[in-house]
């Protein structure tokens, strides 16, 4: 292909380097990606935990979602004195 002999004596030491070389790369690379998303997706579930444990009034159950105690109406705790 391209007039270039990949098995030839002389270059397949360089070439067999090269595709080593790419491997390497193509994993390295794709480590980066892995670790950046599952970072993303840890900051993403994070902010939804906060908002979640911030509100003492609402919780979430699994299969059903973010649920109130009182069917959804929210009620401000009263003032002490």
């Known amino acids: 292909m391209f007039g270039i002999d990949v098995f030839e004596p002389q270059t397949m030491w360089l070439n ?9 790369t193509f994993v390295c690379i794709a480590a980066v990606a892995w670790g950046a ?3 993303i997706l840890e900051r993403i579930a994070a902010k939804s935990r906060a908002a979640v ?12 979602g973010l649920t109130m ?5 929210k009620h401000d705790e009263p003032e002490t004195k």
């Open 16 to 24: 067999i380097t090269n595709i080593g070389l790419g491997i390497v």
């Open 37 to 39: 998303a599952v970072e």
């Open 53 to 64: 444990e911030r509100d003492d009034h609402a919780f979430a159950v699994p299969g059903l």
């Open 69 to 73: 105690a009182d069917g959804g109406e």
